[in-house]
């Protein structure tokens, strides 16, 4: 059984930083496409930052290069976020994903988690 979840999340305040886990169960996130998504209220889901299989290409979308980035460590199957000014328009649920195949920034990937918060706010 495949289970992806995410920690990390919380209130910030403009100009912070966070950084979101993603730990894995039942797939070996080496071999998996990872994209983080986010999805605000009244808001379709947006792909934020993606890496391919084997730790191949890595992707942002416009709206957070520069200021987030991927990283991994495949020993312990975890994938992570780091974002830095973090700003209102960036608060969110935030979830990761997998799939077996490149899928870039599409949120069609097979597996998702189950989300965590991500509130900027003063």
């Known amino acids: 059984q495949v289970q992806l979840v995410e920690s990390g999340g919380g209130l910030v305040q403009p100009g912070g930083s966070l950084r979101l886990s993603c730990a894995a169960s039942?797939?070996?996130?080496?071999?998996?496409?990872v994209g983080w998504f986010r999805q605000a209220p009244g808001k379709e889901r947006e792909g934020v930052s993606c890496v391919s299989n084997g730790v191949g290409t890595t992707y942002n979308s416009d709206s957070v290069e520069g200021r987030f980035t991927i990283s991994w460590d495949f020993d312990k199957n975890m994938v992570y976020l780091q974002m830095h000014n973090l700003q209102p328009e960036d608060t969110a649920v935030y979830y990761c994903?997998?799939?077996?195949?490149?899928?870039?920034?599409?949120?069609?990937?097979?597996?998702w988690g189950q989300g965590t918060q991500v509130t900027v706010s003063s």
């Open positions: 994903a997998a799939d077996p195949l490149p899928k870039g920034l599409r949120p069609d990937y097979e597996y």
């Open positions: 039942g797939v070996t996130l080496y071999y998996y496409a």
